[in-house]
């Protein structure tokens, strides 16, 4: 069994816990076919996992399960302060691409993680000249989503006689 650390310690009892750092990486495919990999967190600039992740302002809503089982659709605002993200929403590059939200505890460097949601952007939603805000969906969610084929048989399916 892990160790706890002194840090997570101390948290484990307090009445006031610090929140979670959250952790975005958005995966961008340019026309060349090569992967732009932008990472942000909500907190200050660090190092986390041996990556540098950048301190910016988003925020995710949406990501939640109604009662009636009904699925919310996530949507993702980003600054667009100088219009950075504008050149690759004028090229489509935005759409199909990959955001996956992490979070962790805000005092570890390495792997502690206690979340992680992966997502593709459906359409921006809302563009303003200081927001983009994108229409998130999950993997699964789409008309291009396959599933691998199962075969019933035996030993995991006993009941199935060939």
Do not use: C
Request: no cysteine.
């Amino acid at each position: 069994m892990k160790e706890l650390s002194q840090e997570q310690q101390s948290q484990r009892h307090s009445l006031s816990p610090e929140d979670l750092t959250t952790y975005l990486e958005l995966i961008i495919e340019d026309p060349d076919g090569q992967p732009v990999i932008i990472r942000l967190t909500d907190r200050e600039t660090r190092d986390w996992n041996d990556t540098t992740w950048v301190h910016s302002p988003f925020k995710i809503m949406g990501v939640s399960n109604q009662s009636t089982g009904e699925k919310n659709r996530p949507s993702l605002s980003l600054p667009n302060e100088g219009g950075i993200y504008s050149y690759y929403l004028n090229q489509g590059l935005l759409e199909d691409s990959v955001v996956t939200r992490y979070k962790a505890l805000p005092h570890e460097k390495g792997g502690t993680l206690t979340s992680k949601h992966v997502f593709y952007v459906s359409h921006a939603s809302n563009i303003s000249a200081s927001v983009l805000t994108l229409q998130l969906r999950k993997l699964s969610d789409g008309n291009k989503t396959k599933f691998p084929p199962r075969r019933y048989i035996q030993p995991e399916f006993s009941t199935v006689v060939v």
